[in-house]
């Protein structure tokens, strides 16, 4: 999960960065939820991650 997590980071980061470089492009609502989707996968995961049953 740590690698998911840190690819779905990275990739919010570089659509940030395209977005301040073509602010055109990257302007409509879209990519808006784009953003929000990532983030919202990333708590998700990171949630079942740290609530999962853990056999000992």
Same mark, same amino acid.
């Given at each position: 999960?740590? =690698?998911?997590?840190? @690819?779905?980071?990275? *990739?919010?980061?570089? &659509? &940030? +960065?395209?977005?301040?470089?073509?602010? !055109? $492009? #990257?302007?409509? $609502? @879209? #990519? !808006?939820? +784009?953003?929000? *989707?990532?983030? *919202?996968?990333?708590?998700?995961? =990171? *949630?079942?991650? !740290? %609530?999962? %049953?853990?056999? =000992?």
């Amino acid at each position: 999960m740590a =690698k998911l997590t840190a @690819w779905l980071i990275t *990739l919010v980061g570089v &659509l &940030l +960065v395209l977005a301040l470089v073509a602010p !055109n $492009v #990257f302007s409509g $609502v @879209w #990519f !808006n939820w +784009v953003i929000a *989707l990532v983030v *919202l996968i990333v708590g998700i995961g =990171k *949630l079942v991650r !740290n %609530y999962s %049953y853990k056999k =000992k």
